[in-house]
Structures are given as structure tokens and as C-alpha cells.
């Protein structure tokens, strides 16, 4: 029987939804796609929110568990007007996975925005409980509107009105007053100190006189008005830690503030927090400094030159006093020593967390490394040299019973255990006597004779041990042959059958 | 033509019982109605037992899956109105039946199925189960047949040889939609009936607690099942069979707001995830 559509069948097309079934394999939405799941997925995600506090909202959930990063080269938000007139605000980024599209619906669920996934102009309501591989349409709207939504609940079209980047956004958000931050901020944490150009010298010379570790530059900024003279010039600091004694003084200041980084190229004035996670969002160029109360951010780029505030350290010149000429009495004699590792009479207590042994051992290694537990495999790194193979564990290496033990007697410096090196200096001062670089590690091992060796290895010559050490078998595919299921059920189908006349005259 | 009690139940059975627990192809009649329904109930014998046998094997293949027993009971009086209200309600699925009509037959079946008591019993319940455990496997397939110069889509029927020659040259292309029970009756009414339906074999209710739709809820009659021992260790093992994080989900999403039903919700619960 050939059966066309109904009047009750074109009611249910009215409902433009469908909800698709575990093994559909054709959709009618173009540009959506199922994905190796069976979910419903198109190349782009879209979340609609009714205003922008509930974007804000959203952004706020969101960057705090996860970083926008990966989204922002196709991140966009606009503004969109329905044919009614309602202005709203869509998020649309690159959907990529169900993945980032059930973690952006989950929060988007929260704060009141509704999700849809497509391509480029139709996009369809996002999955939920009651539809767990998403929706399908059954009717298209033919229009030439930037965005079609579909939805359970609505369909509605919306044109684009204007684009908001998300840079501007952000900057354009106030933040929040939170005292706490000042109280939450640690002796080593870095701070961005700004003051106004009258103070700059003397807060320089207060931070030498301190012994304060800081970097200072000048920042200028375009007149705020026709009537100033000039560019306004502040003078910026970054101090790497900023001692407790000091805080009182820079935050109490009139004309200094205190920013916090949140992040490589954006701060926010202590005693404040921005409403949205921006360590998430890496969208700034050179420097941003967001002020409290609705003052416009200062924006810095290029970010200008920084050099340490000793250099600008005030110098006195007596050019009175004669100066002694050191040619006269000739080259002092060099009072330089060799560097010499002798056995220590001291009690052993610093943790192994290296170890070196030859080339030549490595066969003995490969049969050790059958015997290793899990947990030592996971955590020792390895780096074969020319010199000789370096085993390295900051939990410690006691666990590979294999040549020289070394023990960390400063970051990146590694002596061998059981030695002590004379002359008997601070083990800073030995690290730049060798001047090495901070990227290198160094390890300073007995050689045969009196003749001490300090090696260097690269940092990143040291890979996990456990990727290196399994040679891989052979494999080959098997292919497998389909089973039939005896006792499987027979599909239960409803025929439909002509009815006849009067068919309801028993009811 | 009139139609009798006698004549009606054996094609019922054929068309309708033997598919729904063997599977393979369900054909309806012309509705029922209340009247041709109590006549079928009230029959000593509505099928013979030889009749019976054919789907006795089956019926004692899902019950031994839930307990060791090796007979089950011919389909009792409330079995036949339940199969005869779960005919009329696919037939309100009918696509050539018009809205009035629909209406109306719901209407009918919603009368009907307020009618048919509760299971007195557990054993009542899983004879109930051996025979409708399969209810929403029932499904029409569609079909939507484009070629050159058309299409046509045909209802739960088959798409005639003619459309489909030649499929090369008449660019001939068949979308094909298997459609579900659930989606069938896809109208706050047709899902109601469901669940009402649903409600007469809580066994049932709680073997496909994690279908998409109609969702599931805590009612009297299923909490009158678990109330019994032996009814709530039958569906916990039928819960078990289903995947645990769905059935987890399921229940936790079936809260109601009746506080007895809450308290068995939550006991059900616990026992489950015991």
C-alpha cells in the first residue's frame, strides 16, 4: 500500500526534532555527522544565552576547571537579533569532540544557555539525558539568516549583528573586590608594581637600599585628553617576591598599585578578582593591567624594556681621591685552587637521586631492568651519554643497585655520595664558578687519580626510563569471523494493514 | 460483519501474542473495542493449548532467566484485556486513522486500561512478564523511496518491486527509519497509555527501566511488587541484566514526590548498588 502523509503524520513533522535511535545511520541535518559513538555531532558548537550576564556566567564556570585555549582559534561571540527583535548572544567555537561538547553543555545547562551543534547556517539542539545520541531534524528552514536554531522547545533564525571579541570582553569586565587575595599572596609570589612618575626614582632606590629583587621600566601611555602636554609615563616594577614588611607601604601609597599576574601578559590589581579565570585565556598581547572600579586598563605593547633596578642605583663619584695605578706593582699571583673530591668523613644523610655507571654496563642494566618494580620504572628518567648512561629520580635511585650513587647538593648540581669537594665553599658559589647553564645538570663524579669530572647533561637529554625500555613484539592482525547468536530474538516489526471502512465501529 | 469472541482471539494470538514473544511480523485488526475485549476475557478457553505450546518454550526461556521454573500459566482473563488494549493502542498508530479517530481510540484504550486490576501477585507478575517483556521492541519501519522523477514513503508497509527497479538507472534511494513503539506514540496522551500499559507488568516496567522514553517513575503498583521479598529479588536480578550505570541513572532520576515512593526509590537503590 502506498501510503502518503497524513494529516496526523504531518502534525508530528510539525515537531521538528527527532531524537535519534542507537544504530541510526542517516541524518538529514547537513553538516552533522555521527561520530564513532553514535552521537550526533557537526563541525562547529553553538551555545545561545538570553544576556550577557549568563555568558559571563558561563565563562566564569567554565576557565575554572578548564582552559579556553584550545577554542580560541575559532572561538566567537556575537551578538544576534531573532526576527522578533530579542537580542542575544551566541558562542560558537570549533566542536571537535563530544568530549568539549558535553563539558560546554553541562555548563552551559547550569548557567541557562541552551547548546547546538552544525555547520555553518543549521544548527541543532546538543544532546541531553532524554536523547543521549542528539537530535536530528526532519525540516529545514529555507532563509538566508546567519544561525537557524533548532531546539525541542523552539526554532528560531537570528541574524548577526556585530562581533564581540573576546579580548575586548575581558578587559571591559570589572572586577570584583576580594580582599582575600592580599591575604592569600605567598612571600615568593611575583607582583607588578605601578607608580606614577614622581615616585618611580625613590621607590627604585627604596628597593636597592632593600635588597629587593625587581626590574624596572617606563611605560608610556597616550594623553588621556587634548588639554594634558605630553604622554603620561609611569614607572612599572616586577618584583620576583615582595617582602612582607613592604606590603603596607605599596599597597597604603596614593599613586602606586599593586597588580597581581594572572598569567604571562595580564594582571589585576591586588585586592581584586576578575570575574573570569584568566590564566584560561590566552588572549592578551604585551601587558594588561586591569584597574578596580570601572578605570580603564592600562595596555602596554609592546611590553617596553625591563633592566634591574641596581643599575639605576645612586653612585657617588669622588674625583678627588688619586687613582692607584695596579700597573706599578705587577699581576697579583692567581689565588684560584683546583677542585678536589675527597672521601667524606661526614655521616650519610642526603637522599641518592642519581646515579652514572659506563657503557660498557648497559648489558647488565637490561638484564636489572626485568627486575625493577613498576613504581621505579614509572619515576627514574635515563640519558645515555658518550661518557656513560645517567639514571636520575627526585624520590631517589636505591632501587637500581647499579653503579656511582649521586646525591643533589643544589638544584642541578649532583656530587657523587659519599664525597665531599675542598675547597669547601657554598655549593651556589661552586654552581657559578662552573657556569653552567640553568638548562644543564651537572654531575661531578671521582675519576681514577685524582682527576675530578663534572659532566653536564641537557635536561631534556633525560627521557622515562619505561618508554625506552620495552622493544616491542611483532604482532600481527587476526581477523575475526562473525558468530551467529541462535538464541537471539527475532526482530518484532508492526505491518500496517488497510483498515477498511467504519473502522472504529466496535469501539 | 459482526465479529465473535471466538473468531477474534485465536487471530489475536496469531498476529499479535505469537510475535510479541517469539518475534517476526505484528499484523492488527480492526480495532477491538470494550465489548469484544470482556467477551475474549470471559472465554473459558480463548486459544488452545496446542496453541500455547508454541510460545511456552520462550515464555520459559526469559522467566528461567530471572527464577527456576519450568512451567508457565496460560495467559489468564487480565492478560487477554491487556493484549487487547495493547492492539487497539498500536492501532491508534494506524497512519490513514484521522485525528478525531485517533482521539477517540485512545480515549477508548485509556478507558479500558483503568479497568484492569493490578497483579494480585508475584507470580502473576512474572507470568505477565513472559509475555510482554518485549513491548517496546515492537517497531514500524518506515521507508522513504526517492528515484528520478519522485517519492513516496510507505508507512510499516513493504515498497513495491516496481519502485525499486532499476536502481542504477532511476537513481533509485531508500531511507529507511525503524521507528519504535515509544516513538510511535509519541503524544503526551499515546506515552501516558504507555505508561499505563507499562504499570499492569511492573516486572516489565523494571526489565526496561533504562529505555529513553517513556521515562521511568515509582508507582503504587511497581512498589507493590518490591514490597514483597521474592518480587524485589526477581527485579533486582532483572535490574542486573541491564547495564548498572544506566539503571543507576534510571533511578536516581525516577524521584518522586509521594515520600513513601521516595523512601522505596531509595531502598531499591541502595539494594541495587549492594
Not at chain 1, 618494580?373 to 636505591?398: C, K, N, Q, W, Y
Not at chain 1, 657554598?426 to 671521582?446: D, G, H, K, R, Y
Not at chain 2, 526469559?62 to 487477554?80: H, Q
Request: proline share 7%; glycine share 6%; charged share 20%.
Amino acid at each position: 500500500m502506498k501510503s502518503q502523509l497524513t494529516p496526523r503524520e504531518k502534525g508530528k513533522l510539525a515537531l521538528v526534532l527527532e531524537k535519534i535511535a542507537l544504530h541510526q545511520t542517516r541524518l538529514r541535518t547537513p553538516g552533522l555527522s555521527l561520530d564513532g559513538r553514535g552521537i550526533a555531532l557537526g563541525a562547529k558548537g553553538l551555545v545561545l544565552f538570553p544576556s550577557m550576564d549568563r555568558l559571563v556566567a558561563w565563562l566564569s564556570v567554565y576557565t575554572r576547571e578548564r582552559s579556553l585555549e584550545d577554542m580560541l582559534a575559532n572561538l566567537r561571540i556575537e551578538t544576534v537579533r531573532s526576527k522578533l527583535g530579542t537580542q542575544e548572544l551566541v558562542l560558537s567555537f570549533a566542536a571537535e569532540s563530544t568530549d568539549r561538547m558535553d563539558a560546554t553543555a553541562e555548563t552551559a545547562r547550569l548557567v541557562g544557555g541552551f547548546t547546538f551543534t552544525g555547520s555553518a547556517r543549521h544548527f541543532i539542539q546538543y544532546r541531553d539525558a532524554s536523547a543521549p545520541f542528539g537530535f536530528d531534524t526532519n525540516e529545514l528552514q529555507t532563509t538566508d539568516a546567519s544561525y537557524v536554531l533548532y531546539h525541542e522547545k523552539f526554532t528560531q533564525s537570528y541574524a548577526t549583528v556585530r562581533t564581540l571579541p573576546l579580548h575586548d570582553l575581558l578587559l571591559t569586565l570589572m572586577p570584583r573586590p576580594a580582599p582575600e587575595t592580599i591575604r592569600e599572596i605567598k612571600s615568593g609570589d611575583p607582583h607588578i608594581v605601578v607608580a606614577e612618575a614622581g615616585l618611580g626614582p625613590a621607590l627604585i632606590h627604596y628597593f636597592v637600599r632593600s635588597q629587593v629583587q625587581a626590574e624596572v621600566a617606563l611605560g608610556e601611555w597616550p594623553p588621556e585628553s587634548a588639554f594634558d602636554d605630553g604622554p603620561t609615563r609611569r614607572y612599572l616594577f616586577r618584583v620576583a617576591a615582595l617582602p612582607v614588611r613592604m606590603r603596607a607601604l605599596l599597597f597604603g601609597t596614593p599613586g602606586i598599585t599593586v597588580f597581581l599576574p594572572q598569567g604571562p601578559s595580564v594582571a589585576v590589581e591586588a585586592g581584586f578578582r576578575h570575574p573570569i579565570t584568566l590564566r584560561a585565556c590566552p588572549v592578551f598581547a604585551g601587558l594588561s593591567l586591569i584597574r578596580q572600579g570601572g578605570a580603564p586598563p592600562w595596555k602596554l605593547d609592546p611590553i617596553p624594556v625591563f633592566g634591574d633596578v641596581r643599575a639605576f642605583a645612586r653612585v657617588d663619584i669622588n674625583l678627588e681621591t688619586p687613582v692607584h695605578d695596579a700597573r706599578s706593582s705587577g699581576a697579583p699571583d692567581p689565588v684560584r685552587v683546583q677542585l678536589r673530591l675527597l672521601p667524606s668523613t661526614g655521616a650519610f644523610g642526603q637522599a641518592v637521586t642519581a646515579s652514572f655507571f659506563p657503557t660498557a654496563e648497559l648489558g647488565m642494566f637490561r638484564s636489572l631492568a626485568y627486575a625493577l618494580p613498576r613504581e621505579t620504572l614509572e619515576r627514574v628518567e635515563i640519558a645515555i651519554t658518550g661518557t656513560g648512561v645517567f639514571l636520575h629520580s627526585t624520590d631517589g635511585i636505591e632501587g637500581i643497585p647499579l653503579g656511582t650513587y649521586l646525591t643533589e647538593i643544589h638544584p642541578g648540581l649532583h656530587l657523587a655520595t659519599g664525597y665531599d669537594f675542598v675547597p669547601k665553599v657554598a655549593p651556589e658559589v661552586l654552581q657559578q664558578a662552573l657556569n653552567i647553564p640553568t638548562s644543564m645538570i651537572t654531575f661531578l663524579l671521582p675519576g681514577a687519580g685524582g682527576s675530578e669530572r663534572a659532566i653536564a647533561v641537557e635536561r631534556a637529554a633525560f627521557v622515562p626510563l619505561e618508554t625506552l625500555l620495552l622493544e616491542a613484539p611483532h604482532w600481527e592482525p587476526a581477523a575475526h569471523e562473525t558468530i551467529e547468536r541462535t538464541l537471539a530474538d527475532a526482530p518484532i516489526e508492526l505491518q500496517v494493514e488497510v483498515l477498511g471502512l467504519l473502522p472504529l465501529r466496535d469501539v | 460483519v459482526a465479529r465473535s469472541a471466538a473468531q477474534v482471539a485465536p487471530v489475536l494470538f496469531e498476529h499479535l501474542l505469537r510475535p510479541l514473544v517469539l518475534g517476526g511480523k505484528v499484523t492488527l485488526m480492526r480495532p477491538l473495542g470494550a465489548e469484544l475485549e470482556s467477551a475474549i476475557a470471559e472465554l473459558p478457553e480463548p486459544v488452545g493449548a496446542e496453541a500455547l505450546s508454541q510460545i511456552e518454550f520462550a515464555r520459559v526461556r526469559r522467566v528461567r532467566s530471572l527464577t527456576p521454573l519450568d512451567r508457565c500459566a496460560a495467559p489468564n482473563a487480565s492478560d487477554w484485556r491487556l493484549l487487547a488494549c495493547l492492539h487497539d493502542l498500536l492501532q491508534a498508530t494506524h497512519p490513514s486513522l484521522g485525528s478525531h479517530a485517533n482521539q477517540k481510540l485512545l480515549a477508548n484504550v485509556e478507558a479500558r486500561l483503568s479497568l484492569i486490576p493490578p497483579v494480585a501477585n508475584v507470580h502473576e507478575a512474572l507470568m505477565r512478564h513472559s509475555l510482554f517483556a518485549r513491548v517496546l521492541e515492537i517497531a514500524r519501519v518506515d521507508t522513504k523511496v526517492s528515484y528520478w522523477v519522485g517519492s513516496a514513503t510507505y508507512l510499516g508497509t513493504p515498497v513495491p518491486k516496481r519502485l525499486t527497479a532499476w536502481p542504477e538507472l532511476r537513481r533509485v534511494k531508500q531511507d529507511v527509519t525503524r521507528r519504535d513503539a515509544a516513538d510511535l506514540l509519541n503524544s503526551e496522551q499515546g506515552l501516558r497509555l504507555l505508561v499505563q500499559l507499562l504499570h499492569k507488568t511492573p516486572l516489565t516496567d523494571f526489565a526496561t527501566c533504562t529505555r529513553n522514553a517513556p521515562p521511568f517513575q515509582f508507582t503504587e503498583e511497581n512498589a507493590a511488587l518490591i514490597a514483597a521479598p521474592v518480587g524485589m529479588k526477581l527485579t533486582l536480578r532483572a535490574l542486573h541484566a541491564l547495564p548498572s550505570e544506566q539503571v543507576t541513572y534510571a533511578l536516581r532520576g525516577a524521584a518522586s514526590v509521594n515520600a513513601r515512593l521516595q523512601s522505596v526509590a531509595t531502598q531499591v537503590l541502595q539494594a541495587f548498588q549492594a
